[in-house]
């Protein structure tokens, strides 16, 4: 018996050994590909830096570094044209930058290059204007993304432990004005816990319940009024232009647009963030 | 339905022209010989206008069957020399009649204007001997001194006797109906194309015949097919009838319509027949009911029901390795551009003309795309099209303008466009390319006022700003995998739960220091008065031994303390105007804090200045009853 739990034991440890070494090698992969990537982009090749970037997702290696720069790869490989041919984004790939700036911004609400390069790329699609949110709402959202959600988490649990230790500040205390700084000092200590904890929450769900998804199709695809290609087109939305996603049925997704309109698209033109 | 009958009517008048011309030549009118004086009269007196060429022609059917006679018409539109004309030897045939001669002159004012023709006409009718194909040799004549010849005629004999045998043992005139006297094949309608086997987007042409041995009324209903599948159009078609053989059989054929069909999607794609119902003349020759002054001719009008079989036309779809500027232009075509002003000042417009001309589906072609420097602002592009339908497919020349502002100063290229094209003899695509351009643009002055524009048009024509690019990609290390969110993760959990044991732990560690802290402070205020008794009674002894500056001092020493123990300030932040505002808000009364203050001041000046003896004990006495009043409201 204890024998084969010696064996056991072995096994294991083998393979976490070589699952490690395997890890690693992964990581090295992923490093390599990160490299000739940008060198690919630098060198204007963006469909090779694209091919590279998505290489480096496939091995695990997600970042929002990763995804900006992939973003940025399609963005620039749509832009290419050969003269006469103004095809631009003709493989759907405004729609992959759209989708992969967000994947950034996902992972880093703070990453401020890419809201700016986000921006642009919504520009060049017919996306429509989200209805505005209200003034607290705005603020709060700009307030959240100014970090990220574990940077709010860090924020708040270093404010909790600051006002412990100020609330005994101030019971030990014998000086009024000790005592009197000490208290008012922890009461702030103690919005700043929970106003932190309210972000970190906020954003979390921001990113756990995210129903968005980007029109990636490389052409204007209809969207139907009912799960059913004969139906009434509703609508035409570009690629990049981002929606809700609300349910699926078959192989057709529900889609609510920014504007608050309802309708069907087949779920291979479309792509959760 | 009105259109339908118009379009019926159309037919039966282009039906009723084509027999009329038919018989035009046998309809010239005969002149008499009381009109011939007149005539050369008139003819005389417009004898300056100069005849130029004469014409000699010869006119006979290209097609004739065995045993059935002919007319060979030779004509001059000139007076020939008399006794000119030499007819040639028709080898061949059989000379049944002629030469017999006919003259026509007429002369006609048109607006002022006067014209006369003149024409001579030797006719022969002859018999065909024999089938196979023979040639009617050139006849020669001379008019005014000068020589004219006919080109050589060929004319094929065929042998239809079976068939004729086989019609003529139908008409047994005995039990004849006039139905039964127009045999299955003496009317067929065939709907014919040019080429059955094409590609997407080439032209075929398609026409309907109807051949006939019968004399044909009218069409009383033609039903075309609806060529689903083309894009199809009509031609202006010419309407001579001719003579055509059809199996061994002379029909007289009429073309009924012709269409321009321009196949719009690839596979087999089948014409429906065509149907078409026309009247029939029958003429029997009736003996019982003979008419002395009209004959026994008795004319039947038979309707009958003719269909063409359907035709399956192959569509081949477009070769692989279409370029990517291929958008379904099939044909040949060439292609020019202009552009009239390559200097422009900024904020004014500016045109490039694209001319594409060839024969093709120019109907169908996209316009080349023009890529202009982002800021220059582009408008819609103007189409002028020159397209004429021919047999051939629609030819001509498609103009397009491109309209466009540029924005700001500076030399701009213009990259050349690009057009591609299938060519269907070749089996091949062709790009064709204009030149590029360079533009020059000078400041107007306001460019800097207009830096931001609507440009990208085409992208949906919102405020946009023109020139932003991406910013750069982020290079140096590939960065980690992003963490997990951490908030409500068990961590997160332990982290809160440790801070809140901690600081539980040092709470109960440091609970008596707490307590007696909080105490302490309690003790003190509770002490004060004490604490003041004790010094006022220190400064009854001074007083009892007559220490003036002692006293005064014990004196002040217990009114600061006694505040400052009291309200918990430090005797170091006490002044005069503190203590007012500490007790005015503690609730004592501003007469009492201003008795309060003064036995402070009294005891400072007292405590360097010589004064009455009984002074003391008064300040004493005064200040225990300032400060049991102040405890009596402080306490409350």
């Not at chain 2, 069909?261 to 429906?272: A, C, D, F, N």
């Not at chain 2, 980690?480 to 908030?487: D, G, L, P």
Request: hydrophobic letters at 40%; proline letters at 4%; glycine letters at 6%.
């Amino acid at each position: 018996m204890r024998e084969v739990r010696n064996i056991l034991a072995v096994v294991v440890a083998l393979f976490v050994v070589v699952g490690s070494a395997h890890a690693a090698d992964k990581r090295t992969t992923a490093e390599v590909c990160w490299k000739e990537g940008i060198a690919a982009y630098e060198d204007g090749d963006y469909a090779r830096a694209v091919d590279n970037f998505e290489r480096v997702i496939e091995l695990g290696e997600v970042s929002a570094d990763i995804y900006y720069n992939l973003a940025g790869a399609y963005f620039k490989l749509g832009q290419e044209y050969t003269p006469g041919v103004s095809r631009h984004f003709a493989g759907g790939e405004l729609g992959r930058a759209v989708l992969n700036y967000h994947r950034a911004l996902k992972l880093n609400p703070a990453m401020e290059d890419a809201r700016y390069n986000l921006d642009i790329a919504v520009d060049h699609t017919n996306d429509t204007e989200a209805v505005p949110d209200s003034f607290i709402a705005t603020m709060w959202i700009a307030l959240r993304n100014t970090m990220t959600s574990n940077a709010w988490t860090v924020v708040s649990l270093v404010a909790l432990v600051l006002t412990f230790m100020l609330v005994l500040f101030y019971l030990l205390s014998e000086r009024m004005v000790l005592r009197k700084v000490g208290f008012f000092t922890a009461m702030a200590c103690m919005v700043v816990v929970i106003v932190a904890t309210a972000l970190a929450l906020s954003s979390r769900s921001a990113v756990v319940e995210d129903e968005r998804a980007v029109v990636v199709c490389n052409d204007t695809t209809p969207v139907h009024a009912s799960p059913d290609s004969a139906s009434k087109i509703i609508r035409r939305p570009s690629q990049g232009v981002t929606v809700s996603m609300l349910r699926s049925h078959g192989d057709w997704s529900e889609v609510l647009f920014l504007d608050g309109e309802k309708g069907w698209i087949r779920s291979s033109y479309i792509e959760m963030i | 339905m009105d259109g339908e009958v118009l379009s019926l009517t159309s037919y039966n008048k282009t039906l009723a022209e084509a027999f009329n011309k038919c018989r035009k030549i046998s309809c010239f009118v005969k002149m008499k010989t009381t009109l011939r004086l007149i005539l050369v009269l008139v003819a005389l007196a417009s004898s300056w206008v100069a005849w130029g060429q004469a014409s000699f022609t010869v006119d006979a059917p290209a097609l004739t069957a065995l045993g059935q006679p002919f007319r060979v018409e030779f004509s001059v539109d000139a007076e020939p020399e008399r006794d000119s004309f030499k007819a040639p030897a028709f080898t061949g045939f059989e000379v049944l009649a002629g030469p017999s001669v006919s003259t026509g002159h007429s002369i006609q004012f048109i607006n002022g204007k006067q014209s006369s023709s003149y024409n001579c006409t030797y006719t022969y009718v002859l018999l065909p001997s024999e089938s196979g194909t023979f040639t009617i040799a050139s006849a020669s004549i001379k008019v005014d001194g000068k020589s004219y010849t006919t080109k050589p005629l060929a004319i094929e004999v065929i042998d239809e006797g079976e068939a004729e045998s086989s019609a003529a043992t139908e008409r047994n005139p005995r039990q004849q109906t006039p139905e039964s006297r127009i045999a299955k094949d003496d009317i067929v309608l065939k709907l014919l194309v040019s080429e059955t086997d094409v590609y997407k987007g080439e032209s075929i042409r398609a026409w309907l015949m109807l051949y006939t041995r019968v004399n044909i009324d009218s069409i009383e209903s033609l039903d075309m097919p609806s060529f689903d599948g083309f894009w199809s159009q009509e031609l202006s078609f010419d309407n001579t009838p001719s003579r055509e053989q059809l199996g061994g059989r002379i029909y007289e054929a009429y073309k009924i319509k012709e269409l321009l069909l321009s196949p719009q999607q690839s596979g087999k794609i089948v014409i429906p027949a065509t149907i078409m119902s026309v009247l029939a003349q029958v003429v029997v020759e009736d003996k019982r009911h003979f008419d002395p002054i009209f004959g026994g001719r008795q004319v039947y009008h038979v309707s009958r029901e003719l269909r063409t079989s359907p035709i399956t036309i192959n569509v081949k779809d477009f070769p692989q390795g279409a370029p990517a500027s291929f958008n379904g232009a099939v044909g040949s075509f060439t292609m020019s551009s202009r552009m009239p002003q390559a200097e422009l000042e900024s904020n004014t417009a500016d045109q490039i003309e694209v001319t594409i001309a060839g024969n093709g589906n120019l109907k169908f072609i996209t316009a080349p795309t023009l890529i202009l420097p982002e800021s220059f602002e582009k408008y819609d592009t103007k189409v002028v099209d020159n397209v004429k339908l021919t047999a051939s497919g629609t030819s001509g020349s498609i103009t397009y303008t491109y309209p466009f502002v540029a924005r700001s100063a500076g030399e701009f290229r213009i990259e050349p466009m690009l057009f591609s094209y299938f060519d269907p003899t070749t089996g091949e695509y062709h790009t064709l390319t204009t030149e590029p351009y360079t533009v020059k643009v000078t400041d107007d002055g306001t460019a800097a006022a207009v830096p931001m524009v609507g440009g990208y048009a085409g992208y949906g024509g919102a405020m946009r700003q023109l020139d932003r690019d991406i910013r750069f990609i982020h290079t140096g290390k590939l960065p980690s995998s992003a963490a997990s969110m951490m908030i409500l993760t068990p961590i997160y959990w332990l982290v809160v739960v440790v801070a809140v044991a901690l600081f539980v732990v040092v709470y109960v560690a440091l609970r008596k220091r707490i307590r007696d802290n909080r105490n302490i402070v309690a003790r003190r205020m509770k002490r004060a008065d004490k604490v003041a008794v004790q010094r006022l009674r220190m400064a009854q002894r001074s007083m009892e031994e007559g220490n003036r500056h002692a006293f005064y001092e014990e004196m002040l020493r217990a009114m600061w303390g006694y505040i400052s123990d009291k309200f918990n300030i430090p005797v170091s932040n006490l002044t005069k105007e503190t203590i007012r505002e500490v007790l005015y808000r503690r609730g004592v009364s501003a007469d009492v804090a201003e008795q309060f203050c003064e036995i402070i001041s009294r005891s400072e000046e007292a405590q360097y200045a010589p004064s009455a003896e009984g002074d003391m004990s008064e300040v004493y006495a005064f200040a225990a009853e300032v400060i049991s009043k102040i405890e009596n409201v402080v306490k409350r």
